[in-house]
């Protein structure tokens, strides 16, 4: 399929590893986040999301942290698959507002 | 979930023509909403398709430029009219059932190249 991470930062790591993604936004009002993951060739699909009150949030295998001080996002993977191989995007939201604004997006290659 | 369909779902077209790109859900869903996402790109929201009425759109977007309609609460068409090679993206329908703090569900995506 066709890839849509020629021109974004690459995270290159080896199948077991723990990867960490990071994300700064520039809202202060931004009070909701999500991380998305998008494989070549489809839409973006939700993986987590995190809300201003919070500054961890755990799924399965993944876990959010945000730091509204320095207004970082990070995503953390743990036991890297190459299934996790995609580009991962997060996305604020403001609270009044339906939309949300995409980051520039991080593209992660798993070795196996 | 919502489970989100568009059409086409790629397609080569000429410079100075129109495509029209759908998009269907298979529920009733509050809100709608059309992205662009240019080649090693990130996504740019074009516009809120809102139903019954006119579009709500984003700088740099215009109405003439990329028509919208939403007839009902599970359908929804972005047209890119009088195209040009800048045209050439992904464009991507997403849905939410909510207005702020809700996150979306995106479709597969319209590839689209314009020669």
């Known amino acids: 399929g066709e890839s849509v991470g020629l021109h974004l930062p690459t995270l290159s790591v080896q199948e077991g590893d723990n990867s960490i993604i990071n994300c700064a936004y520039s809202n202060s009002a931004s009070d909701y986040f999500i991380w998305y993951k998008q494989e070549s060739g489809k839409g973006p699909q939700f993986i987590i999301d995190i809300r201003s009150n919070m500054d961890k949030r755990q799924g399965q295998r993944v876990t959010v942290l945000l730091n509204k001080t320095v207004k970082h996002l990070s995503l953390q993977i743990a036991a890297t698959q190459p299934g996790d191989s995609a580009v991962y995007f997060c996305?604020?939201?403001?609270?009044?507002?339906?939309?949300?604004?995409f980051g520039k997006g991080t593209m992660l290659l798993v070795s196996p | 979930s919502a489970v989100i369909s568009q059409k086409p779902s790629r397609d080569i077209c000429q410079r100075g023509t129109s495509l029209t790109i759908q998009c269907q859900v298979d529920?009733?869903?509050?809100?709608m909403f059309w992205y662009r996402q240019q080649p090693g790109q990130s996504l740019t929201l074009i516009a809120t398709a809102n139903q019954g009425s006119e579009a709500t759109y984003e700088s740099g977007f215009v109405i003439d430029k990329f028509p919208i309609s939403r007839p009902n609460l599970t359908f929804s068409t972005l047209t890119v009219s009088n195209m040009s090679p800048e045209d050439s993206s992904i464009y991507l329908c997403s849905v939410s059932d909510g207005t702020s703090g809700s996150y979306q569900y995106f479709g597969p995506g319209t590839r689209l190249t314009v020669t």
């Open positions: 996305a604020e939201n403001t609270v009044g507002y339906s939309t949300l604004t």
């Open positions: 529920s009733q869903v509050t809100m």
